[in-house]
């Protein structure tokens, strides 16, 4: 089998319901597949020091992190049977209450895909080099206006 070749995972700004739809979707003509997981990371209105997190602006360097998403989406298919392994990462700014990071996974069986979601995005979370930075709601009305 053929290497597989680092895999643009960016998007900028939030991560439609209808992306996330037609993803899985596309998979209905696999009939080699029995099972799906999905984890969807949704920015959160937290309260920091009494401010209310309106968005969250995304950043990356985008070769390393490549280099480096690349590098555990192989150790996960050699750790897992898996037939195919999805990753999605905002960048930009993504307001509270859109999705972030979109991660799919799908094998013959339940388990492996359950798995393989799971210690994808622990990973991701531990070391893949994207930051976020809170945008708090009195500057939202700005970051609104120069949208």
């Not at 439609?16 to 969807?40: E, P, T, V, Y």
């Not at 339940?110 to 500057?139: H, Q, S, T, Y």
Request: neutral net charge; proline residues 3%.
């Amino acid at each position: 089998m053929e290497p597989r070749k680092p895999k643009n995972i960016f998007v900028q700004g939030a991560i439609s319901a209808g992306f996330i739809a037609d993803s899985i979707q596309k998979h209905s003509s696999r009939q080699d597949i029995g099972g799906h997981s999905i984890f969807l990371g949704q920015v959160r209105a937290d309260l920091i020091e009494g401010k209310k997190v309106a968005a969250i602006e995304y950043t990356t360097y985008e070769e390393m992190a490549l280099e480096k998403m690349h590098e555990i989406r192989e150790a996960i298919f050699a750790k897992y049977p898996l037939s195919c392994a999805h990753v999605y990462h905002s960048l930009g700014a993504v307001q509270a209450g859109e999705i972030c990071l979109f991660v799919f996974t799908s094998s013959a069986h339940r388990k492996p895909a359950i798995d393989a979601c799971n210690e994808m995005v622990e990973r991701l979370k531990a070391e893949l080099p994207v930051w976020g930075k809170e945008i708090f709601d009195n500057a939202a009305y700005q970051w609104k206006e120069n949208k």
